[in-house]
């Protein structure tokens, strides 16, 4: 976009807004806070609030370079989260798989890399793992996993 | 609403410059970060999802005038979705003219407009 280039910043009244490279910037992207910029990709940027402007191809050329990294990085935390139930619960991927609802093989295709796991899969194990036998416990009002609970 | 004036950008501007992709920009942190979040969308589809909205704006969803930081002159807008309320700031500033999609979020307060008033709690427009 060469349509804004040295303008003063509208959001912040101090800086200048010019295209900067955004490379080792962090961002929010998609439902993920933080998901690194590991590419070039020159976006209009204040130099002091840090407000970008995009029109499509900037948003498209952001994208490029946001959505490698944020597949890779959700997948290793759905991986890690994955595992830390398992080793918490003491329980196999087919129990996890009872437990979450999830059709059979599915964690194994998450642990695996092979499915990137939805945003509300990811919060929950996230959320089970804070406590992971109060979840237990409270899943079990409600799924038939009883034989979990004496194990 | 402050007082009776009504938009400084005439919504027909507005659409002009929706017409031309190359002027027509997008905030990133206070529109098109803030819709990626709520839906999971890439910036493209935010960035995308915010032009509609903008679109679909009537003279009857405006809410004030109000100035940037800088003091550009610019317009904010209440108006519900499929159901859900949208808070829009823009202004057209530059020669040719550019609209900037300042503000596409959530809102966070009440927003009367002529419509009636836009909630902040999704329950969409109640009528005054």
Redesign the interface.
Known sequence: ?K??DGT???????GTIAPRNLRGAV?????EREIPVEGDVF??TCDVC????????I??E??AV??PAYRRLRGERVRDELSRALEALEITQSDLERLLGLSPGYVSKLLKGKRVAE?PLYRFVHLLNANPSFGLRALADVAPINDLLAA | MQGAAGARHPLADVRACLADPRRTVVARTTAAQMIAAHFGWDYGGAAAFAKEVVRGLAEENFHRRTTMADGTPADEYGVVRDGISWYVKLFITGNPPRLLIVSCHLPQWDIPTPAGIVTCTQRGLRKR
């Open positions: 976009m349509t804004i003063p910043c509208y959001f912040c009244g101090e961002l929010q992207y998609r439902d976006v209009p840090g407000e970008s402007l995009m029109d499509e191809e948003a498209r952001l994208d946001l959505e945003t």
